[in-house]
């Protein structure tokens, strides 16, 4: 409250020094202008009587005015050509209405002395009033000089000058420098932007870097598409300059929050070159609004993104299952922060526990069960494929026959691109898990089961960039498995905005899959990735190629050709169909399961029998 108060009185001392300093201007260009009439030479009687006689009448025209016009709350040190417009016509309306106040009073006074006057009252206004903005640059410049990053801005849009105008305007905020824009426009080329040169298009990054000394780049194109920038990111990381970013053009142009505040580094998903999934939100908030929701898996990359963003649809319930406390408590207590008023319940458990699974079910009776718990990383289910039939496949077995035994409305399977012909035994026990999804659909009168497909999540536990950045970071090598090897990337948000959009499209038995655009070569997302952090491959961090490992492939798929592939209302997210799965493939998943626990050796060929797609790739070591 004091902080307030203080804020307050400043303000108003402020106005009355303005007021003061006004009444004087105001009481000199009136004599000023007199003088000037008559050459510098004495003033007549009459005249300088007339001026006495009128100067307290102008001083409460020119109080009102200026106060109409906001001249004394302004704040004249992010004062701009509306404000130097204000003072131009506070001092006509002034003249104007004192002309009209001299004429009806019959008061003599030359009527160039209005004129004279008007022209004197401007430049004195404007000058008290940008005086202080002209010192603070000037000393700003000077204080500054050596500690401000040299810059370049990527984009003179609307976004790049705003932004420009809020550094220039914030010179002691900021540590950059502005000293040249980029623009493919070329009838901006060779034009000055406050100042500040437009000096060509992207070809000309890395050369104008090195002309002007660059040290940061900042890319001010919110609303380009993402292939754009990324070949923008490309080219900017010719240079070793620091690069940043504004964020999409609904963010930066429609907040509070001003826009060089939202300046931010690159994010895993600028790099991937394509814009981010849109879903019908409104369709998805029906679709979970006062239901009861089950994510299984909950704490984990996928399932704690998805507990994030089924809270925000006001389900009635929530629950976290999941077998790893300190994750589970960790989105709980931000669920808890975020959303005060949400029913949340976090339960510890094992999806392979089919007792303490069923017991979930039976107190909370969810209506929507998003199945997230599986192991995911490749490399360590092949040492350890067991591991892999009892967690995904048994613990997919368990959830779905609960699903249907408590007559679950909607039963979502979290999935993977390496389940369609895979050559590892993570990507078969997937395959597996999509198999018992689509044989429920078919046994299941209530529960309507569907499946999400999707690549490598940029981010998540375990993923390829996290890994790289930690190599870099520890000086390297970076390692790569093959030149060649490419993979299908998504950021987690969309991940999951993909499974909440499939469970309002599940007709039943769908396995849905996500336009993920070109697949990305993991070699150029390496190099990038060295010089977003202002460092060049092979000479300040090397890249090793280490060969495949067991079980990986160079490509990875969307969908097996019996699939097929049928679109939805969401452009970007299509449907591969139900395949016709015979009901003894139950028979052999028990099987499975029951040689899993006695952990026989050949696994591997057990689930191939039930994966016909899914070739043993045996200590593979090829390059």
């Not at 000037?36 to 030479?41: A, E, G, W």
């Amino acid at each position: 409250m004091k902080k307030i108060e203080d804020i307050a009185s400043k303000k108003i001392v402020k106005i009355i020094l303005f007021v003061i300093a006004d009444l004087f201007i105001l009481a000199f260009a009136s004599f000023f202008a007199l003088w000037i009439r008559f050459d510098f030479q004495t003033i007549p009687s009459e005249f300088l009587a007339n001026y006495r006689i009128c100067l307290f009448v102008d001083s409460l025209i020119m109080l009102v005015l200026f106060f109409i016009l906001k001249l004394y709350t302004s704040v004249w040190r992010f004062a701009s050509i509306t404000e130097l417009l204000n003072v131009v016509v506070g001092c006509v309306l002034l003249e104007i209405l004192s002309y009209v106040y001299h004429f009806a009073q019959h008061i003599s006074v030359p009527r160039s002395y209005f004129i004279i006057r008007c022209m004197v009252m401007v430049i004195l206004v404007c000058g008290l009033r940008y005086s202080y903005r002209i010192l603070r640059t000037l000393y700003i410049k000077t204080e500054n000089k050596f500690k401000q990053k040299k810059t370049m801005i990527i984009g003179a849009g609307a976004a790049g000058r705003l932004l420009i105008d809020e550094m220039l305007n914030n010179q002691e905020h900021f540590e950059s420098k502005i000293v040249c824009v980029i623009d493919d426009d070329e009838n901006l080329r060779g034009t000055y932007f406050r100042g500040v040169p437009v000096c060509g298009n992207r070809d000309t990054i890395a050369s104008n870097a090195e002309k002007y000394e660059v040290e940061e780049i900042i890319i001010a194109m919110p609303s380009a598409p993402k292939s754009e920038i990324s070949k923008i990111v490309t080219e900017c990381q010719k240079t070793k300059c620091v690069i940043k970013i504004l964020p999409s053009l609904y963010a930066t142009l429609n907040s509070n929050e001003k826009v060089a505040n939202k300046v931010r580094p690159l994010f895993y998903e600028d790099f991937l070159g394509r814009n981010q999934i849109v879903v019908n939100n409104e369709e998805i908030i029906n679709n979970i609004k006062d239901k009861v929701v089950l994510v299984t898996g909950g704490g984990g990359s996928i399932g704690s993104e998805l507990c994030r963003q089924v809270a925000k649809a006001e389900p009635k319930t929530l629950i976290i299952f999941d077998i790893y406390e300190n994750n589970a408590y960790s989105i709980q207590q931000e669920l808890f922060r975020n959303y005060p008023n949400l029913d949340l319940h976090t339960i510890i458990g094992s999806v392979r526990d089919y007792d303490r699974f069923e017991k979930v079910f039976k107190e909370e009776r969810p209506d929507i069960v998003f199945h997230a718990a599986a192991h995911k990383h490749v490399p360590l289910m092949e040492v350890s494929p067991n591991e892999a039939v009892k967690n995904n496949c048994l613990g997919t077995l368990n959830a779905c026959k609960l699903a249907d035994k408590y007559q679950i409305e909607k039963f979502v399977l979290v999935s993977t691109d390496k389940a369609v012909r895979p050559t590892n035994v993570m990507g078969a026990s997937k395959r597996i898990c999509e198999m018992i999804m689509q044989v429920y659909d078919k046994l299941s009168k209530d529960t309507t089961y569907v499946a999400v497909r999707f690549g490598n999540v940029l981010g998540s536990n375990g993923s390829v960039i996290p890994l790289f950045l930690k190599q870099i970071e520890n000086g390297g090598p970076v390692t790569v498995t093959h030149k060649e090897m490419r993979r299908y990337f998504m950021t987690i948000p969309e991940a999951v905005s993909l499974i909440l959009q499939a469970s309002v499209y599940a007709d039943g038995g769908e396995i849905f899959v996500l336009d993920m655009g070109e697949p990305v070569k993991i070699y150029d997302l390496a190099r990038k990735l060295i010089r977003y952090k202002g460092l060049e491959p092979d000479v300040d961090i090397k890249i090793e190629i280490t060969g495949l490992r067991p079980g990986e492939k160079l490509y990875e798929e969307r969908l097996m050709d019996e699939e097929g592939l049928k679109k939805t209302p969401n452009e970007l997210i299509s449907i591969g169909q139900p395949l016709d799965i015979p009901l003894s493939f139950l028979d052999d998943l028990d099987a499975l399961i029951e040689a899993s626990y006695r952990n026989i050796d050949d696994i591997k060929e057990w689930v191939a029998k039930i994966v016909t797609t899914y070739k043993i790739d045996k200590e593979r070591k090829g390059k």
